[in-house]
């Protein structure tokens, strides 16, 4: 059984940073690409960013980029995404996932994905 556990969501002003967590449960951590995908009031989930299975290789959604920043830590099992220079636009609550199968590919497409967690709320106020 896979586990994902989202933390570090908030309130943060506009322009603020903040850092999301995801720990994952299981001893194959680095075989997986993980991503981050949010889904905001009203709208379809969309994708944030991916990293690869050593963390050299990341995509990012246009809308982040630049100002995202994912990363991971396969000794401690945990994914991140750092978040600077916030919009209020970056509303929404964020879910880490990981994909369903042994691969390369930085999926952009959720249903690639097949274990999430339960998300972390993050509002920015203006």
């Known amino acids: 059984q896979v586990h994902l556990v989202e933390s570090g969501g908030g309130l943060v002003q506009a322009g603020g940073s903040l850092r999301l967590s995801c720990a994952a449960s299981?001893?194959?951590?680095?075989?997986?690409?993980m991503g981050w995908f949010r889904q905001a009031p009203g709208k379809e989930r969309e994708f944030v960013a991916a990293?690869?299975?050593?963390?050299?290789?990341?995509e990012y959604a246009d809308s982040v980029k630049g100002r995202f920043t994912i990363s991971r830590d396969n000794v401690k099992n945990t994914a991140y995404l750092q978040m600077t220079g916030v919009k209020p636009e970056d509303t929404a609550v964020y879910y880490c996932a990981r994909t369903a199968r042994f691969t390369a590919v930085l999926y952009r497409d959720a249903e690639r994905y097949a274990y999430w967690g339960q998300g972390t709320q993050v509002t920015v106020s203006s």
């Open positions: 990293i690869s299975r050593s963390g050299t290789n990341t």
């Open positions: 299981g001893r194959t951590f680095d075989y997986w690409v």
